[in-house]
């Protein structure tokens, strides 16, 4: 049987891992949860979103298709914000 070295009991679990193991436990008590941590959010994209992002990738498609800064896009993310509000005041 291979040995892993001392250094492999070092390494931490990933955070998004266990914020995504808590949206499974939510969802599986029944509790409707916005993913925002991974992968595509659970919200339909907004014209307005979806023409800014087209216009900046051609502006700079390197820029774009590059990582985003961890806490996101500033501009991205007040019109998320924005959007977001709406739709819980929609849904209640």
Not at 57 to 72: D, I, M
Request: glycine letters at 2%; hydrophobic letters at 35%.
């Amino acid at each position: 049987m291979m040995k892993l070295s001392k250094l492999s009991n070092l390494i931490q679990p990933s955070p998004i891992r266990e914020m995504l193991k808590e949206v499974n436990e939510l969802r599986r008590n029944s509790v409707d949860v916005i993913q925002l941590s991974t992968g595509q959010p659970s919200l339909p994209l907004d014209e307005e979103v979806l023409n800014f992002l087209i216009s900046k990738l051609r502006e700079n498609p390197l820029k774009v298709s590059s990582y985003s800064p961890t806490a996101g896009i500033p501009e991205l993310r007040e019109k998320n914000l924005s959007r977001f509000i709406i739709f819980r005041k929609n849904r209640c």
